[in-house]
Nanobody, 131 residues
Framework: QVQLEESGGGSVQAGGSLKLSCEVS????????MGWFRQAPGKEREAVATDDNFSKPKYANSVKGRFTFTRDSFANKMWLQMTRLEREDTGVYFC?????????????????????????WGQGTQVTVNS
């Protein structure tokens, strides 16, 4: 059974930092693209950062230079370090996995993956940035 579990959310002042963690079980991260998504109230779920098994992560323009996505596929964990948080970063943050092939998951597009492309999701963790 595949499970993804986020942690590390909370309430922080604008300009502050948070580090989200995602523990993954039941799948081989070396054959999955992974991603962090967020959903603000009344808005659609959007990609924050996504990666594949062969290249560096991609970031939404709104978080470039402020957020860093890392993963340890052999430890089945991934993280999202968020710095210089802004009120607009408020939302529920989800980690997600997209299945690749036996050779791995590759991203050939210039744009980030979209939410509908991901199969497995965590329950989400709330991030609230107060101004």
């Amino acid at each position: 059974q595949v499970q993804l579990e986020e942690s590390g959310g909370g309430s922080v002042q604008a300009g502050g930092s948070l580090k989200l963690s995602c523990e993954v079980s039941g799948l081989d991260m070396t054959r999955h693209c992974m991603g962090w998504f967020r959903q603000a109230p009344g808005k659609e779920r959007e990609a924050v950062a996504t990666d594949d098994n062969f290249s560096k992560p991609k970031y939404a323009n709104s978080v470039k230079g402020r957020f860093t996505f890392t993963r340890d596929s052999f430890a089945n964990k991934m993280w999202l370090q968020m710095t210089r948080l802004e009120r607009e970063d408020t939302g529920v943050y989800f980690c997600a996995a997209k299945k690749g092939s036996v050779f791995g998951c590759v991203d050939n597009k210039d744009a980030l993956f979209q939410a509908f492309e991901f199969t497995y999701w965590g329950q989400g963790t709330q991030v609230t940035v107060n101004s």
